[in-house]
């Protein structure tokens, strides 16, 4: 995603540190967690629920137990045989839907080939949606003068992380040219359907153009070989980064970048959906 600035570039881009943004929205929920805590004597519960034994969905699921021990969140871990069937996995997340105790529900993807994901999903209560991927939740978020109750992780960490950083420098989003690159329904819909919330000129193109000056976020997490490193291979994003930080004003590296916001936006919408029950 592209956002044009006023100013006229002719220096190496601001490396925008997505660790230390999340950081600071981590220290805010932990804190509010325990407030919540000492008010009410109870936390916001976050269900995970994994099926089968992918490694990259392994790492991320552990790193978001880790992430709602560290600021306090009751972590509900579900973790499900590969061959468990679609009927199975439903009746678990109606069982999460009816618990009390549950604010969130996370459903690690991508699923065994042989369940529905669009179904799964939809299961969801959308009171727990904290992914923000219910059709309900998308359908409001497309529509003028309506709010939808989660806002999707990944975009909203790339939009609000976006907004921080573009605020913080006095540049206003409104009446801007936006360029969004790819268009799934994971990232690049959902992003495109907050700028317009936001009075921004979204175009989405195929292409990768920057423009001097643009704030550049870099969504994309690709593995390449590099022998240099232990692992055998190292990740960079879908941007050039040198390149792009000759030209734009401000960049996300990867890894380090939305990453981190990603995270932090799921913890913040299960603190939201844990108070919204709470707080009624």
């Known amino acids: 995603m592209a956002s044009q600035s006023d100013q006229h570039h002719n220096k190496e881009a601001n490396i925008i540190d997505g660790k230390a943004i999340a950081q600071t929205i981590r220290s805010e929920i932990a804190s509010e967690v325990l407030h919540l805590s000492n008010k009410y004597g109870k936390v916001p519960g976050l269900a995970v629920v994994i099926v089968g034994c992918r490694k990259d969905s392994q790492s991320y ?12 969140i009751k972590s509900f871990d579900v973790d499900l045989q590969e061959q468990v069937s679609e009927a ?3 009746s678990k997340v109606h069982e999460l839907n009816a618990h009390p105790d549950v604010h969130g529900i996370l459903v690690q993807l991508p699923l065994p080939k042989h369940i529905n994901e669009e179904k799964v999903l939809s299961e ?5 949606d904290v992914d923000g991927f219910h059709p309900l939740n998308i359908g409001k978020l497309a529509m003028k003068g309506r709010e939808p109750l989660f806002l999707p992780c990944t975009p909203k960490a790339i939009y609000l992380g976006c907004l921080e950083l573009l605020s913080r420098s006095g540049i206003s989003i ?3 040219k936006a360029v969004v690159v790819g268009r799934s329904n994971i990232v690049g819909l959902p992003v495109s359907l907050l700028l317009l919330k936001a009075d921004a000129t979204v175009t989405v193109v195929k292409g990768s153009w920057i423009k001097p000056g643009a704030a550049v976020i870099d969504v994309g997490t690709n593995a390449v070989d590099d022998p240099s490193r232990k692992s055998g291979y190292r990740l960079v994003g879908d941007v050039d980064f040198h390149e792009a930080c000759k030209v734009a004003g401000w960049v ?9 916001m ?19």
């Open 61 to 72: 699921v552990s790193m978001k137990r880790k992430a709602c021990a560290e600021v306090g």
């Open 88 to 90: 199975e996995l439903i």
């Open 262 to 280: 990603t995270v932090a936006m799921l913890l913040k919408n299960t603190l939201e959906g844990a108070k919204r029950v709470m707080e009624q």
């Open 252 to 260: 996300t590296p990867v890894p380090g970048g939305v990453g981190p």
């Open 124 to 128: 969801i209560s959308i009171e727990k």
């Open 174 to 176: 409104k009446g801007k």
